[in-house]
């Protein structure tokens, strides 16, 4: 026992000196190496004099071998050899090196020849020069080597029991430097065991000493056999589908799986090690990423005026972020949240975008204090993402709802048509389809309101604002949605809450979300809703599970996922159309026209005028009763509403 106790004090202490080592001043590394380069040339002059070779004797023997020296040293100075940390070289130190002694090696040949030219005798014997070089490069060189093995060495013996026996999937360089990363970190995390493969042909193959091992059955197989406890990915040719199911299975043998960019600089070793991260469940989206028609997007944006409501929100702040970078003339985001539009505008000052940003605290319910603003500044585009989301509290607030996703709503389409904005984009949801709730109702009566009035301007041909609507399911990472709600669950130790098992949705990350938006109001002439092909839907249970792996633990084991119930006005699933809407495609793949029943909207606008002033009365039954007379497909799920129907 008492040894056991001592053994682990020692190794304590000196895996605290050894991590604790400094770093060589470089001025010391540069004497190293000058002393390297004399011992290198007394050994050539040993060498050459046992061979009885006969020198030249223009300069004697020190004055030549201190020219030999001092162009090495005027060298070593320009190629910076003395630079890098020993223990940390790379195959970049060696080219340095190398560069280093085969330019001085130039330099002396030309020195040579300039003294036979001018003066009749050369200074060196060339030989005596290449094997100088030959000799300067490989002690130089194995000099760094045997700092690196030496430190690893040291490293890797305290700490070996303590790191995590990893595969590299990948073969290239790529992987090769994510390797070389992993032994130089600090403190380590990972021993590299073998890399993967899909090749064939590099089965029998071997790199760093490791094995290349061919991915010719199920993952976890394999790398139970080299008894490893994690994958890291490294491989940039895997296409998203092989990379699901490879995490799946690792997932499902309790293997921790790690992703790293397409490294880029080869040269900063520690930089690559702190890149490699676990997965997040936004990196498992089964579907291609959207992709921005930038030259669209742009001229609709560059140079214009540009007015974004809800800026402080998880949608409006990323579209701020996305508009800025197509130059807008001036950019006015607006809020109620004081805080979030503060911190917003602090990030934009600091990001020294050349765009010029007024920053306004208002609530798009008060329609005198939002003239103003279109008054002042005449918005050429609008982006309107201001809007109560949340479904429960919306369920027992309808007024709230109604205020401030319908009464808001026009006012800020009335203002943009008064004040001439060419296009009005809205932020809708999968949920005003169909819905159940009120907060999707309040959602379908806006997206009505705003197509009633694109249609009455153009058949009066009084304005020509463009109004389009954007229809999008579940947003990863947004304020209050499952993702960081489950979290925090797991943070905490669990449980984590469900309202079903069987409950659906559809996800999308938040720049995919904006960049859907900026797409709409590039391609949209007026009136259309635009929905976006969201690729499967995700079942929640198994997003919580796997949420649970990525995090390191045993899902109902060590964390407990809890079924609650479904909540007022939730659905098990969602969806994209109306029971009697049709789609028509556009230019893009992913991006599809919802097409609605024609209603008449003299009467969508007259009863939205209606709608608001009952909700000025505060009675939640007439409210919600006059919205389903509005919205006939809402059915009311889960909630004390249902009477209603």
């Known amino acids: 026992m008492k040894n056991n106790l001592l053994n682990k004090a020692i190794e304590a202490v000196f895996n605290k000196k050894v991590n604790s080592f400094g770093y060589l001043p470089r001025w010391i590394i540069f004497s190293i190496d000058i002393g390297i380069l004399i011992f290198a040339n007394l050994l050539t002059y040993i060498m050459l004099t046992n061979l009885d070779s006969t020198f030249y004797n223009l300069l004697n023997v020190f004055e030549r071998y201190g020219l030999i020296i001092c162009v090495n040293i005027v060298f070593f100075i320009f190629f910076r050899t003395y630079a890098g940390i020993i223990r940390h070289s790379s195959f970049i130190d060696a080219v340095k090196l190398l560069f ?154 309790n293997i921790k799986v790690y992703t790293i960019p397409i490294i880029t600089n080869w040269e900063n070793e520690k930089e690559i090690s702190k890149q490699i991260k676990s997965f997040q469940i936004e990196d498992l989206l089964e579907r291609k990423p959207i992709v921005l028609d930038n030259k669209l997007v742009s001229s609709q944006l560059s140079g214009k005026t540009v007015l974004i409501t809800g800026a402080a929100g998880s949608i409006g702040s990323e579209i701020v972020w996305q508009v800025l970078e197509f130059s807008p003339k001036k950019l006015i985001i607006i809020d109620q949240a004081e805080t979030p539009l503060h911190h917003i505008s602090l990030e934009i000052e600091k990001s020294q975008k050349k765009v010029k940003v007024i920053t306004i605290i208002s609530d798009i319910r008060n329609k005198a204090s939002l003239e103003k603003v279109f008054e002042q500044y005449k918005p050429d585009v609008v982006f309107h993402a201001a809007a109560y989301k949340h479904v429960p509290l919306m369920e027992n607030n309808p007024c709230q709802a109604i205020y401030t996703n319908v009464l808001g709503t026009k006012n800020v389409a009335d203002l943009a048509v008064y004040y001439g904005a060419k296009k009005f984009v809205m932020v809708s949801t999968d949920k005003a389809v169909n819905p159940s709730n009120v907060m999707g109702a309040s959602k379908r009566i806006a997206e009505k309101y705003v197509q009633a009035l694109h249609y009455k301007n153009a058949t009066e041909k ?122 028509l495609p556009t230019h893009h793949e992913k991006i599809m026209i919802a097409q609605e029943e024609e209603a008449d909207f003299d009467k969508i606008i007259v009863n939205t005028d209606q709608l608001i002033t009952i909700a000025t009365c505060q009675n939640e039954v007439d409210i919600v009763q006059y919205m389903k007379k509005i919205v006939p497909e809402f059915k009311s799920l889960n909630s004390t509403y249902e009477m209603l129907d």
């Open 100 to 253: 280093s002694t085969f330019t001085s090696l130039v330099a002396l040949v030309i020195i040579n020849y300039i003294s036979y030219f001018v003066s009749g005798e050369k200074i060196f014997l060339v030989p005596g020069l290449i094997l100088s070089f030959v000799l300067s490069f490989t002690f130089l060189f194995f000099f760094r080597i045997i700092v690196k093995f030496v430190f690893e060495s040291l490293i890797n013996k305290v700490d070996s029991k303590k790191l995590t026996p990893t595969v590299v999937y990948g073969s290239d360089a790529n992987a090769i430097a994510v390797a070389n990363a992993i032994k130089s970190e600090s403190p380590p995390r990972f021993k590299v065991v073998a890399f993967m493969d899909n090749s064939k042909a590099n089965k029998s193959k071997s790199i760093l000493g490791l094995p290349i091992l061919y991915n010719s059955k199920k993952i976890s197989v394999i790398m139970r056999s080299y008894r490893a406890n994690a994958l890291i990915i490294a491989e940039k040719s895997l296409s998203k589908e092989d990379k699901i199911s490879i995490i799946d299975d690792c997932l499902e043998h």
């Open 462 to 583: 009084a304005h020509d604002t463009k109004f389009i609507t954007t229809r999008f399911g579940n947003v990863l990472g947004s304020n209050g949605s499952v993702v960081p709600l489950f979290k925090k669950q797991i943070e905490s130790g669990g449980p984590i809450t469900i309202t079903h098992p069987e409950i659906i949705r559809y996800f999308m990350t938040i720049p995919e979300a904006c960049q859907l938006v900026l797409e709409a109001g590039g391609m949209g002439n007026g009136g259309e809703i635009y929905i976006f092909d969201m690729g499967k839907p995700v079942k929640i249970i198994d997003l919580a599970r796997k949420m649970i792996q990525l995090a390191g633990y045993e899902p109902d084991k060590e964390i407990e996922i809890k079924v609650i119930g479904l909540r007022p006005g939730e659905k098990l699933y969602e969806e994209l159309l109306n029971d009697t809407s049709k789609t």
